[in-house]
């Protein structure tokens, strides 16, 4: 049964500390450039590291941390201040030349909402909009952008005076969206700095980004998240150790992903995982059939994160079968795996892994999921040799 993500579920977890530190130590000494381009792998947080430091900006007496009792700080508990301007991508290409927060305003809202309780959700208005079910069409997102409408209403707002706080904040969250007009069009604004605002960029693609903007923009880059980050951010969202030792080694460092497994019962993926290997050993042709259709009925299976499980539970089994001393990625299932290589004394386990790795790339190439899983339930078969007799 699949469950919907629970929004808010990893409210207060940021980490960056160097980042956020050399941030709010610039502003708090009256020093904050005019634009910063906050860059790093997916799912990280820049969002958030973006909507932290423009509270920190807009507070009436913040030092390095807002106060949180001034009627700035008030005002952005929602962040329905009228001096944070977020863009966000929404729509493609050929739209008006309405900017996004004209064409999708409740969507803004939501998404204003959203963030305030989670900095780590997708920000796409046009993804918001399908998901709420206002849009029939579902993929309207499919190469959402940030166009050259959107620039020129922030640059019409940059420069006017703010509305109620010491100045205004613009944040442009997935800024490698942005279309190349768009960008162009920015740069007037950052070539002319206005008096009083302040133009903070996410993005995790920087070669989308124009090389003059680039250059005029001061850069923070973040470091994607450890496994051990990850643990924690699950574990202080109250997510059980179970769950949270399988969400972070599935997540490649990225929260976002981290929180998806955790909420769609990462258990019952590894359960299947475990059962494939199990029915690819002995590898009954019509048993490893009817276990793939089962697989792709499931409406929680994710096949990235079936071969990555697959993979990390086969190098576990390949350590704990040479006696290395390397942490497994699942320490709990630590019997499990031994009782794996023992019972496969003559396994291959890096052939095991080369057949898993082979069939995520077939997957990813587009070969249908009937065919890749069969393909590799019969490699695995031979990888793992004879069973041993008991
Ligand atoms: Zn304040």
């Not at 423009?54 to 007496?61: E, F, G, K, M, T």
């Not at 923070?220 to 951010?233: H, N």
């Not at 976002?256 to 042709?285: C, D, H, K, N, Y």
Request: charged share 20%; glycine share 4%; net charge neutral.
């Amino acid at each position: 049964m699949a469950r919907t993500p629970k929004i808010g579920t990893v409210v207060k977890w940021l980490g960056h500390t160097e980042a956020r530190t050399r941030l709010a130590s610039a502003a708090a000494a009256g020093r904050a450039a005019h634009a910063y381009l906050i860059s790093g792998p997916e799912g990280i947080g820049k969002g958030a590291v973006a909507i932290e430091f423009a509270r920190v900006l807009l507070c009436d007496i913040a030092k390095e941390t807002p106060c949180g009792k001034c009627p700035q700080c008030l005002a952005l508990r929602s962040l329905q201040h009228p001096d944070l301007h977020l863009i966000a991508p929404s729509g493609s290409p050929k739209d008006s030349d309405t900017p996004g927060s004209e064409t999708y305003p409740a969507e803004m809202t939501r998404l204003k909402e959203l963030l305030s309780a989670d900095p780590y959700v997708e920000a796409d208005l046009a993804e918001l909009s399908a998901s709420t079910g206002k849009s029939a069409k579902r993929k309207l997102s499919t190469g959402s952008k940030i166009r050259v409408a959107d620039s020129r209403q922030l640059l019409y707002d940059a420069y006017r005076k703010p509305f109620q706080a010491r100045q205004s904040v613009f944040v442009i969250l997935n800024a490698d969206q942005m279309l190349r007009e768009a960008q162009n069009a920015l740069l007037k604004l950052l070539e002319e700095p206005p008096v009083s605002a302040t133009l903070l960029l996410t993005a995790s693609n920087l070669q989308a980004i124009l090389p003059t903007v680039r250059s005029r923009c001061q850069p923070v880059k973040l470091q994607g998240y450890t496994p051990v980050e990850i643990r924690r951010a699950l574990s202080d969202a109250g997510i059980e150790a179970r769950a949270t030792e399988l969400s972070a080694a599935l997540s490649g460092g990225n929260v976002r992903r981290a929180i998806r497994f955790a909420t769609m019962q990462a258990e019952t993926l590894e359960q299947a995982a475990v059962e494939f290997l199990a029915t690819s050993a002995v590898m009954a042709p019509e048993k490893v059939q009817e276990h793939v259709d089962g697989l792709l009925e499931d409406p929680d299976f994710v096949d990235d994160a079936f071969f990555e499980l697959l993979m990390l539970f086969l190098s576990d089994a390949a350590h704990c079968a040479a006696q290395t001393k390397i942490e497994p990625h699942f320490p709990s299932q630590s019997a499990r795996v031994s009782k794996l290589s023992a019972a496969y004394p003559r396994a291959d386990f890096q052939q095991a892994i080369a057949a898993v790795d082979r069939a995520a790339s077939q997957r990813a190439a587009g070969y249908t999921p009937t065919l890749v899983l069969t393909a590799m339930a019969i490699e695995l078969h031979r990888a793992l040799g004879p069973r041993a007799r008991a």
